[in-house]
């Protein structure tokens, strides 16, 4: 290994080629069964060379992953891990456990990541290190200013760091209700009406994305609102982490598809699409 390339393990994912060029700081490599990120240090520093921002952008652009990483066998702790360990999470259920035995997310089958992955992956990438540049320059001109995105983007991250399943969850129903939603009224409908035609072309996919959105968020309502025996009867449902993950993706896929559009755009585009509709019938009629 060179001495000015870094390697680290990234868990929970797989790779179908022996190497994958994200670009000329970081490669991930298939070591047997282990995925390696491999970054190739640079004595400029640039935005594109940031191995945190890098893993941010994997995150968001993996969002069906509880992405970790570890050192390699033997090897000292890197600059690379050091930076990023600190978002290691075994995303853990503690509510919807009723023994000791605190389960956390089931991890059996990593992900495979193939050619349309690796594309998002560069597209993201994309999204993220011009998005760091213009938030890092307005900052330095003390002209930074939060937007509904950069918002809603920051709680995706906190989703992907905590340890606790419920505490993600609420950050990711954040996030959309920021991103879609203005005042007060008929919000959860609103957020789940809006997500899926935002992200959904086909009519039962949509169904299914409002479904699910109306669901988790009544789980958020719940401790909101101090029902407490309501929200334990729902975090302990068995595929509340496969919910949870769908739920992120749909945060995610809305992240990548709005950037830079302002929200008033995105909610009056939103707003045509239902009028354009067509009128309803009925068979008998």
Request: proline share 3%; with cysteine; charged share 25%.
């Amino acid at each position: 290994m060179e001495n000015n390339t870094e390697h680290v393990v990234m868990e929970n994912v797989k790779l179908d080629e022996p190497v994958v060029k994200l670009n000329e700081y970081f490669n991930l490599i298939k070591d047997r069964e282990e995925t390696i990120i491999a970054w190739n240090q640079s004595e400029q520093i640039s935005y594109e060379s940031s191995p945190t921002i890098f893993y941010d952008c994997l995150r968001l652009a993996l969002p069906k992953v509880n992405l970790r990483l570890r050192k390699i066998s033997g090897s000292e702790e890197g600059h690379f891990y050091a930076l990023n360990k600190g978002k290691n999470s075994l995303l853990i259920n503690y509510y919807g456990s009723k023994t000791i035995d605190v389960s956390s997310a089931p991890e059996e089958d990593a992900y495979l990541i193939g050619d349309h992955d690796v594309e998002h992956i560069k597209r993201v990438m994309d999204i993220i290190f011009e998005y760091s540049q213009i938030q890092h320059t307005a900052m330095s001109n003390s002209e930074w200013k939060t937007t509904e995105w950069s918002y809603a983007y920051n709680n995706y991250l906190s989703s992907c760091s905590t340890p606790y399943l419920e505490q993600a969850i609420l950050s990711v129903i954040t996030a959309l209700e920021a991103l879609l939603v203005t005042g007060s009224d008929q919000v959860s409908y609103r957020v789940s009406l809006n997500a899926s035609l935002l992200i959904e072309e086909d009519e039962t996919k949509r169904k299914q994305t409002f479904d699910l959105i109306k669901d988790m968020y009544n789980l958020r309502s719940k401790v909101v609102h101090g029902d407490i025996s309501g929200f334990l009867k729902n975090i302990a449902r068995p595929d509340i982490y496969d919910r949870y993950f769908k739920l992120k993706e749909v945060l995610s896929k809305i992240l990548v598809k709005t950037y830079k559009i302002p929200m008033k755009t995105v909610l009056s585009q939103i707003e045509n699409t239902i009028f354009k509709a067509p009128a309803v019938t009925f068979e008998d009629n």
